[in-house]
């Protein structure tokens, strides 16, 4: 099976900068669409960007023009760097890759933005 470890993590004030890295275990990481994902405490788990093997990218409103997502896949990692963070940002991110019909899922990994 696939496995996925996010890094990067950690607490940053409202206004700063991380950069989330998942490292994927798969062979093929060339063909997977990447994705993130988050969950605050309390809320369901919502779509934050995905990328997929042409470089294509998609994002969610609420990051728009805040977070980018970026592959590099002589080294089988998805990052997400994020931008202008907000104490809303807060919440535990998933890495997600897709490949055929199977997704797979990291740990998650926490992300807190004080204010």
């Known amino acids: 099976q696939v496995q996925l470890v996010e890094s990067g993590g950690g607490l940053v004030q409202a206004g700063g900068s991380l950069r989330l890295s998942c490292v994927a275990s798969?062979?093929?990481?060339?063909?997977?669409?990447m994705a993130w994902h988050r969950q605050a405490p309390g809320k369901e788990r919502e779509f934050v960007a995905t990328i997929r093997s042409t470089g294509s990218t998609y994002y969610a409103d609420s990051v728009k023009g805040r977070f980018t997502i970026s592959r590099d896949n002589a080294k089988n990692t998805v990052y997400l760097q994020m931008n202008s963070l907000k104490p809303e940002d807060t919440a535990v991110y998933y890495c997600?890759?897709?490949?055929?019909?199977?997704?797979?899922w990291g740990q998650g990994i926490q992300v807190t933005v004080s204010s």
């Open positions: 997600n890759a897709i490949y055929g019909a199977n997704n797979y």
């Open positions: 798969g062979r093929a990481f060339s063909l997977y669409s």
